[in-house]
């Protein structure tokens, strides 16, 4: 069963606008939750994360806000720049430090000049 | 400083044959994680270390898959007898738990491709 779904494979938007990433999760045990970036031929890069105790972290253009009675949590890049353009993954994780990832199937962002 | 690394890049095998993934870790980090992505997927959860033990183990998909870790430091994914669908993208990534919570470091990944 897919626990971390992002439903949108795809997203494009114009440079200067605001992108805007979705994720659905549906284990309640998942207290920590992050984005991943993803070029071609390279590694996943981690973006930003948020504990469960929280419904809102920014860092610089990036925010993430979760809502937990939803299980739904989104990534808000403002504004975008062409150099966004990649696979965002969301990642959730359960329990101890240490423990799995769990990842959706990933959004391509395309952010066009 | 260095990051995760993995090798091969790329390996081309045969339907049968077995293959060796090698992963170095970030120096000090004491988990590590082997995760899978097929294509159009998104990463699967294979093994993961702390310190040279296996405390979980349960993505892996079969007994034709095994992972050591040595020295709290390189760690090798085997697999088997390989298949057509193990043809994937392995990823290895590391992490210092405790420190940055569950903020997992990753490697450029071995593509692995069974004909």
Redesign the interface.
Known sequence: DQQVKQNSPSLSVQEGRISILNCDYTNSMFDYFLWYKKYPAEGPTFLISISSIKDKNEDGRFTVFLNKSAKHLSLHIVPSQPGDSAVYFCAASAGASGSRLTFGEGTQLTVNP | GAG?SQSPSNKVTEKGKDVELRCDPISGHT?L?W?RQRL??????LI?F?GNSAP?KS?LPSDRFSAERTGESVSTLTIQRTQQEDSAVY?C?S?L??VS?????????TRLTVL
Do not use: I
């Open positions: 995760v988990a994680y995760y159009g997927q998104g990463l699967e959860f993961y702390q979980d993505g990823l990534a992490s738990p405790g919570y569950n903020e997992q470091f990753f490697g450029p990944g």
